[in-house]
Antibody, heavy 119, light 108 residues
Framework: EVQLVQSGAEVKKPGESLKISCKGS????????IAWVRQVPGKGLEWMGI????????KYSPSFQGQVTISADKSIRTAYLQWSSLKASDSAIYYC????????????WGQGTLVTVSS | SYVLAQPPSVSVAPGKTARITCGGD??????VHWYQQKPGQAPVLVIY???DRPSGIPERFSGSNSGNTATLTISRVEAGDEADYYC???????????FGTGTKVTVL
């Protein structure tokens, strides 16, 4: 079964750093891309960026460029989303989702990671 | 940037047909994908390439795309179809992905 399993919920203070993860299983890791999608509770889906698991090429939405860093470690089949200095406005659910090169949809999705940033 | 507009809400009686629109400039020239998100759950792909269904998605779900509007149609609506639905495209000009604003489907 193809699965993306994300790391658990996080509670952080403004200014702290954070790295959340998304581990894939059940498929050939390298031919896919992993996207990160933000959802503020009660709001819609926002595409943040995407990373190729083959060569680590990365693309960012202009809204998130410079605000987050997307990376991956093929050896452990894991993609990451990280912040160097969190803000309260980063509080949201973050989903990872798989995209196969040459197709342009996301399937499956991880279960989501809730990030709460509060002083 | 490319904008996809969806109605905030659609209400439908059980057994009837729900139509959810996704409006965008010349969206008919793009491939549209649709996701269902139930409360507290991650999104699930229900339609890809405008009208194809992944395995496990009921035939009641169908899609179309032409001109400036793509449509997700849910036939013989059931209580379990109550969810938020999002359209999504890949914008080739910017090489970015875009989600629609989302539509909440309420089964009366």
């Amino acid at each position: 079964e193809v699965q993306l399993v994300q790391s658990g919920a996080e509670v952080k203070k403004p200014g702290e750093s954070l790295k959340i993860s998304c581990k894939g299983s059940g498929y050939s890791f390298s031919i896919y891309w992993i996207a990160w999608v933000r959802q503020v509770p009660g709001k819609g889906l926002e595409w943040m960026g995407i990373i190729s698991l083959g060569d680590s090429e990365t693309k960012y939405s202009p809204s998130f460029q410079g605000q987050v860093t997307i990376s991956a470690d093929k050896s452990i089949r894991t993609a990451y989303l990280q912040w160097s200095s969190l803000k309260a406005s980063d509080s949201a659910i973050y989903y990872c989702a798989r995209q196969m090169g040459g197709t342009f949809w996301f399937d499956p999705w991880g279960q989501g990671t809730l990030v709460t940033v509060s002083s | 940037s490319y904008v996809l507009a969806q109605p905030p809400s659609v209400s439908v009686a059980p057994g009837k047909t729900a139509r959810i629109t996704c409006g965008g400039d010349n969206i008919g020239s793009k491939s549209v994908h649709w996701y269902q998100q139930k409360p507290g759950q991650a999104p699930v792909l229900v339609i890809y390439y405008d009208s194809d269904r992944p395995s496990g998605i009921p035939e009641r779900f169908s899609g179309s795309n032409s001109g400036n509007t793509a449509t997700l149609t849910i036939s013989r609506v059931e209580a379990g179809d109550e969810a938020d639905y999002y359209c999504q495209v890949w914008e080739s000009g910017s090489d970015h992905f875009v989600f629609g604003t989302g539509t909440k489907v309420t089964v009366l």
